[in-house]
């Protein structure tokens, strides 16, 4: 590679997970401090950074077609493109590999490592290629600089990585070994957080809610000592496992008022033998089980969860269990796919893998089940009164779009602003939204 002026400008374009989207806005945040500024709307940008997801093998391969339209438009007249960097969780996978199918990228940089960036971009414009990664025992979370502005509804990764290893993914590969940061860390970046402007904040981690600190303090412990930052009205977590819902957090759901009535628990199948096979340690019961806890403890509680069809061997009669669980349960919302085999993974050589035509069948079954099941629970939500979080301006004059409690979408019109949480009346339900009329005292 020929050696490149120092980038003045970047994008950050995010991929996958909210861990992703948390990891990029902390990217994005270095790049400012190094002096690059985020390139305008429309406009090419000095440095690119691609912030990829491994989790499906169509999440994956996009890197290699935007890689390809990235050169491909923004060929300068003097013949140099814009510096690109792969991050994310295709970095971690396939380093070395990306470094040889594409040539045009100048850094390879794995989700552990993305603090080291302003050297590899010193040393992509000496034209040398790098790539980084490592896990390194440091955290990069102190080697980054802290928040300055945010959304109301902003993310805090508190734990990384996952140590459970369902067969089919590729998660604990990418993202290494449970971590979870500091109790007194994540205090102080909440702080900091709600100073920049944040009325809300999601806690995220592969597995949320085996977050354990030191000594011993579960997620519940971080929840009720955030409650405590002023100007901090709402809290939520994900993505959780269902073994570790320990009775401390579902009681946090009945004690903590700033913890919203929301839980995305994924239970991914709905028969027991299919379960096993994903090493998933849960049965179809036990997570009903849990379920039912939550909900005596919160009875409001809106509930989510992700599901996988056409897992290898997985029969209609495997499936028709899953169909009977979303029946059983009554989702709010939840996220379906269709199964995906992943290089390296237990399930990806295993017998039984079920033809695509099959898999799309079950796909679309599932998906009519939970929308139906969405419908249901935000017509059941009409003639509610709730808080509105304002996160942004909608299409009409004066329409302001926002979040419920339930984490539903919520249209009003009124006097409101970004950052406001309005009182607003729940009067209609689609699929998708509600319709609020402000409520005035
Ligand atoms: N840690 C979280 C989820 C991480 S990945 C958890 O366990 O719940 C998000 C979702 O992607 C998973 O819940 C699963 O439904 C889906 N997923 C993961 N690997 C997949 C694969 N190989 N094919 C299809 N979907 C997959
Ligand atoms: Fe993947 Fe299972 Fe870990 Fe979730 S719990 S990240 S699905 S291995
Ligand atoms: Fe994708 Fe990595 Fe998140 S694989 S889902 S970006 S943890």
Redesign the pocket.
């Given at each position: 590679m020929r050696p490149t002026p120092p980038p003045r400008t970047y994008r950050v374009k995010s991929f996958g997970?909210q861990m992703n989207v948390y990891d990029g806005e902390r990217m994005a945040e270095l790049l400012a401090a190094e002096g690059i500024t985020p390139a305008p709307e429309g406009e090419e940008a000095d440095l690119v950074v691609l912030n990829t997801c491994h989790?499906?093998e169509k999440a994956a391969e996009k890197v290699y077609s935007d890689i390809g339209r990235i050169t491909k438009d923004w060929r300068r007249e003097d013949g140099t493109s814009p510096l690109i960097a792969v991050a994310g969780c295709v970095a971690q996978a396939e380093g070395e590999e990306i470094m040889a199918r594409a040539p045009a990228v100048s850094m390879v940089v794995g989700p552990q490592a993305y603090h080291r960036l302003p050297a590899m971009i010193a040393e992509a414009v000496e034209g040398r290629r790098t790539v980084d990664t490592d896990m390194p025992a440091e955290t990069k979370f102190d080697a980054l600089p802290a928040r300055r502005k945010v959304g109301p509804s902003a993310f805090l990764t508190v734990q990384e990585g996952?140590d459970?290893f369902?067969t089919?993914?590729?998660?604990p590969y990418t993202r290494g070994a449970e971590k979870s940061r500091t109790f007194n860390d994540l205090i102080a970046e909440a702080e900091k957080l709600v100073e920049a402007g944040a009325r809300e904040i999601t806690l995220l981690g592969?597995?949320v809610n085996a977050w354990r600190d030191a000594d011993g303090r579960g997620l519940e412990r971080l929840i009720e000592r955030l409650a405590l930052v002023p100007g901090l009205a709402r809290i939520r977590y994900t993505?959780?496992?269902p073994n570790d819902m320990t009775e401390g957090l579902i009681e946090a759901h009945r004690d903590v008022p700033q913890l919203m009535p929301f839980l995305h628990l994924?239970v991914?199948a709905g028969n027991d033998r299919v379960l096993k096979a994903m090493n998933r340690s849960h049965t179809a019961a036990s997570y009903l089980a849990v379920l039912d806890k939550v909900r005596a403890a919160r009875p409001d509680i809106a509930l989510s969860g992700?599901?996988?069809v056409g897992f290898p061997g997985e029969t209609d009669a495997e499936f028709e269990d899953t169909l009977k669980l979303v029946e059983a349960v009554g989702y709010a919302q939840c996220?379906s796919?269709?199964?995906?085999?992943?290089p390296g993974?237990p399930?990806a050589t295993m017998d039984g893998q079920v033809p695509v035509e099959v898999m799309d069948e079950r796909l679309q079954r599932l998906q009519a089940a939970l929308n139906a099941s969405q419908l249901a629970f935000n017509a059941a939500s009409v003639g509610k009164r709730c808080t509105v979080l304002v996160e942004r301006k909608g299409k009409y004059p004066g329409q302001w779009l926002g979040k419920s409690p339930w984490l539903q979408s919520v249209h009003f019109t009124g006097d409101a602003g970004i950052g406001d949480l309005v009182e607003v009346e729940l009067v209609e339900a689609g699929a998708n939204s509600l319709a609020g009329r402000i409520i005035i005292n």
């Open positions: 997970c989790i499906r996952c459970k369902c089919y993914c590729v998660v592969q597995n993505t959780s496992h994924p991914q992700d599901f996988i996220f796919f269709k199964y995906s085999a992943r993974t399930a």
